[in-house]
């Protein structure tokens, strides 16, 4: 195949990241991957205010897509492509990353592609050198979402079971919050669970058990504050026995909900493969062990990106935009920026083929 080289812009959430990478034979090379992160900016506010949010993409992106060209050594004539996140997140910050991704490729004469950025995570695992190979169980666990994806190939994803309320990094920062540990929470909490006593709370485990592969925060996350108001004033001791108490009950249902998962993968499959998790929580070191563990007791190999693609980056905005480039699609410089955007869809839109619904997958 021709090497494709396309330069990612990401700005769905609280990342303002450029990055440029090189598509060829030998799987993706990361030319350079710069991410501005905005946490100081919304710290005040315990979690991500979108005006901000926007606002500070609109400030910093020029900069960080120029340091992303700069630091691969190359000029815009010598891209094949721009790919830059189109949705799903806070609509201010895709519009700006979508606009500046549409100008670039309009004054550059360059094909412009409108990635999902679910679509990046699916695809993140594959961005380190001898990432995961197709297919794969992706557990996605992010600030925004929280899904099994069967990921078969490039544009052929089938949702296995979401979230039915909250999505775990949600749930780790809204316990930060409660514990006024600071922003964004979930590694806050991870920390201060280190310290802790795990069993000095007992916290419910929703939807554990149950037959199939949904979940459900809300209630554990509700247990959690009524604990901080029965405490009154919170010691450091009760906020890490809290933390660890919480981050215990969210291992038994990440494990119990991978299990299902796991049984929903392989008949539908035929072969026992991969897991791979992504998404920010995927850097929760707790949450890895354990699916390390059960990938080994269940005979599958486990994968997890290093934990720069695991939060937000434009490397994989990069990748998902060049394994779309080839084969062959390219968008329209009026494609719409969307806040929301399920990945299914995209699924039934490139591979009609391969749309959801099919072998009883979940729409
Ligand atoms: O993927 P990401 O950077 O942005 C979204 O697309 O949402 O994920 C951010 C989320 C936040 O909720 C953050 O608190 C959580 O990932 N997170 C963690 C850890 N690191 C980031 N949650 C638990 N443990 C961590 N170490
Ligand atoms: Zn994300």
Redesign the pocket.
């Known amino acids: 195949m021709k090497p494709l080289t396309v330069l990612g812009i990401e700005t769905?959430?609280?990342?303002t990241a450029a990055a440029v990478l090189r598509l060829d034979e030998n799987g993706s090379h990361v030319l350079s991957d710069i991410v501005l992160g905005q946490a100081a900016q919304h710290a005040p506010y315990k979690g991500v205010v979108p005006e901000i949010a926007a606002r500070a993409h609109v400030e910093g992106l020029d900069a960080t897509v120029a340091a992303a060209m700069s630091d691969a050594g190359l000029g815009y004539a010598e891209l094949d492509g721009i790919a830059a996140t189109a949705g799903p997140?806070l609509i201010g910050g895709v519009m700006v990353g979508l606009l500046a991704g549409k100008a670039i490729a309009l004054a550059h004469g360059k094909p412009l592609i409108g990635v999902n950025?679910l679509e990046g995570?699916a695809l993140s695992p594959r961005l380190a050198e001898g990432g995961a190979t197709f297919p794969y169980l992706l557990l996605l666990?992010?600030?925004?979402?929280c899904q099994f994806i069967a990921v078969m190939d490039v544009g052929v994803y089938r949702r296995l079971g979401a979230t039915v309320d909250d999505?775990?990094?949600?749930?780790?920062?809204k316990v930060?919050k409660l514990l006024d540990l600071g922003?964004?929470?979930?590694?806050?909490?991870?920390?201060a669970a280190k310290n802790g006593d795990s069993k000095r709370f007992s916290l419910p485990r929703p939807m554990l058990g149950r037959n199939d592969c949904d979940f459900s925060f809300a209630g554990l996350k509700t247990a959690c504050a009524r604990e901080v108001a029965r405490l009154g004033t919170l010691t450091q001791q009760d906020k890490a026995d809290l933390c660890a108490s919480f981050?215990s009950a969210?291992v038994s249902i990440v494990e119990d909900r991978t299990r299902h998962a796991m049984r929903a993968f392989d008949p539908i499959y035929g072969a026992r493969g991969r897991l791979v998790a992504?998404?920010?929580?995927?850097?929760?070191?707790?949450?890895r062990m354990c699916l390390e563990g059960l990938a080994e007791e269940r005979g599958y190999e486990f994968v997890a990106p290093p934990?720069r693609w695991?939060?937000?980056?434009a490397a994989m905005i990069a990748l998902a935009g060049a394994e779309r480039l080839r084969l062959g699609f390219s968008d329209d410089l009026s494609f719409p920026a969307r806040s929301r955007w399920p990945l299914d869809e995209e699924a039934a839109r490139l591979r009609p083929s391969h749309q959801a619904g099919r072998k009883g997958a979940k729409a």
């Open positions: 769905s959430c609280d990342e997140g950025h995570h666990v992010s600030g925004g979402h999505a775990l990094g949600e749930a780790f920062d930060a922003f964004p929470g979930g590694p806050l909490v991870e920390k981050q969210v992504a998404g920010g929580v995927a850097a929760n070191q707790a949450i934990l695991c939060t937000d980056n």
